[in-house]
């Protein structure tokens, strides 16, 4: 057995369990989504959505930034998500300074009905709008270096007209996040860093 699944809950799915996609996306339809508990490092429990997929028995505890993600795709009733299908992707997050391998959500809604020919799909088409959408509701560096990486695929198959609608929606995301970090750190300043994040969030909506 991979010794890596001796520190996790067995229950649970994990970026590893994914390896045999070969760095492709695991494509997976939603059987059913509720509230559960699960204990993270040193014990702590806390409460998060629990996502089963048709066909594995293990299930994915989504964090903000991949229940965002869904929550956009297919609205915020998490009851409503069984049959939807997402597309999970292996990546890396920066965690206390420590580099570490975690599953993330494509923003975009995978094509399920894609033909199979000679053992390839074809080539997908490109959602713009649906990336627009994603580009306009992200407010998360995690999700904006999602959608640059998915940007980046699809780049060479779009029109320039495209092109320059994402490029668009891409800078206004970046700078809504940046803005969003500096006001985040000047209200550190004046208040102390524990009530900077609600006392920015505030302000930015008043």
Excluded at 2 to 28: C, I, K, P, Q, T
Excluded at 106 to 121: F, I, T
Aim: aromatic share 8%; hydrophobic share 35%.
């Amino acid at each position: 057995m991979d010794y890596r699944r001796w520190f996790d809950d067995s229950g649970m799915l994990y970026s590893y369990d994914l390896e045999e996609h070969n760095g492709r996306d695991a494509v997976l339809q939603i059987e059913k989504a509720w509230g559960g508990e699960v204990t993270g490092e040193k014990g702590r429990k806390s409460k998060k959505p629990i996502v089963k997929f048709v066909g594995l028995e293990k299930t994915l505890a989504l964090n903000k930034t991949n229940g965002k993600t869904i929550a956009r795709l297919y609205g915020k009733d998490g009851s409503k998500w069984a049959g939807c299908w997402v597309a999970l992707y292996v990546t890396t997050v920066d965690y206390d300074g420590e580099v570490r391998d975690c599953i993330r959500v494509r923003p975009q809604k995978p094509d399920v009905q894609r033909p199979v020919q000679n053992g390839k799909r074809p080539k997908q088409e490109v959602d713009i709008g649906s990336m627009i959408t994603a580009y306009e509701g992200c407010d998360e560096m995690e999700m904006f270096e999602a959608l640059e990486s998915d940007r980046k695929i699809a780049w060479g198959a779009i029109v320039k007209d495209d092109k320059t609608r994402l490029r668009s929606a891409s800078e206004a995301a970046h700078r809504r996040i940046l803005d969003a970090a500096h006001a985040e750190a000047e209200t550190a300043n004046r208040v102390g860093p524990d009530n900077a994040a609600e006392i920015a969030t505030q302000e930015a909506q008043s």
